[in-house]
């Protein structure tokens, strides 16, 4: 019987990171999503700050037996819809972060004994998926690709491996909303000292090492270190999604844990946009 947990594989990394690339990688390598080394504090931390995204996922597991997530972090909604899948079911997770990758691998070997279907974790680009076309049932991502070089080259590859009528569960942020609101002003205002004093994210790396992972997870990190940080209105997702059909599209939380939202978290403060897609049976374009 296997006692330690095994290591990923780098399968499909082939490609040398261009600076954009290598400055994304090396940022959450350093502080993958929501921090918290133990898994059970990982699942504790996300799901309180987000109550609405367990009835998110299970309504995913329920509807699919095959699910790809784009930007799987440390795995922490991995495990949990691997926990929901039927067992006939396939899940496979990608993420540009080494480091992240091999985190969610060790922790779902932890909870091995509790998940119906085994996690696939590897190395991957969102914006050049190693993924034929029009293979995959559903395509997940949460709180992600607002945080690529080139999100529309990420869309497009979505749409691209999805089969015909399969359907996308996307999170991105929404430009009108308090926290990015807030989290945009203190990036500009670490642009300005950053002038000044003529260094590189300064405010980053002051609390880089400050250890409020238990009550803020990687929140303060990413809105000072993460070198991608867009936002959308509501038009601006009807437009890069028009190849999509939108079944769904709503505003969803506060990204505090002591504030919760009831049912599915909708409210019209919301930080995230929420959207379910489909991608249309005919290249809406040919016909075929």
């Not at 929501?34 to 299970?58: H, I, M, S, V």
């Not at 039927?86 to 972060?97: A, H, I, T, V």
């Not at 999170?171 to 500009?188: E, I, N, T």
Request: hydrophobic share 40%.
């Amino acid at each position: 019987m296997e006692q330690n947990p095994p290591s990923f594989s780098e399968h499909g990394l082939v490609e040398k990171p261009d600076g954009s690339l290598q400055s994304t990688r090396e940022f959450w390598d350093t502080s993958p999503c929501d921090g918290q080394a133990d898994f059970e504090q990982r699942k504790q931390f996300r799901y309180r700050k987000e109550p609405w995204l367990t009835d998110f996922l299970k309504r995913i597991a329920a509807s699919h037996d095959q699910i790809l997530e784009i930007g799987c972090g440390q795995g922490t909604d991995a495990i949990l819809l691997c926990s929901l899948l039927s067992e006939n079911g396939r899940y496979e997770g990608l993420d540009y972060s080494p480091q992240s990758i091999q985190s969610a691998t060790v922790g779902a070997w932890e909870v091995r004994s509790f998940l119906r279907v085994q996690p696939i974790f590897r190395v991957g680009n969102a914006e050049n998926l190693d993924i034929a076309d029009n293979t995959q049932q559903a395509v997940y991502s949460m709180g992600v690709l607002h945080h690529t070089a080139n999100e529309k080259k990420a869309f497009a590859e979505i749409l691209r491996v999805l089969q015909p009528g399969g359907k996308a569960y996307l999170v991105l942020y929404r430009r009108w909303s308090l926290k990015v609101g807030v989290a945009k002003v203190l990036r500009f205002l670490q642009a300005v000292f950053d002038t000044v004093f003529m260094t590189k994210r300064i405010f980053y790396r002051f609390f880089k090492g400050a250890h409020l992972e238990k009550y803020f997870g990687t929140m303060i990190l990413e809105c000072f270190g993460v070198p991608y940080l867009k936002c959308y209105t509501k038009k601006e997702i009807q437009t890069l999604f028009a190849a999509f059909e939108i079944l769904d599209l709503y505003q969803v939380g506060y990204n505090v844990p002591w504030i919760h939202l009831k049912g599915d978290g909708r409210t019209m403060f919301g930080y995230f946009w929420v959207m379910e897609l489909k991608k249309p049976l005919s290249n809406p374009f040919t016909g075929h």
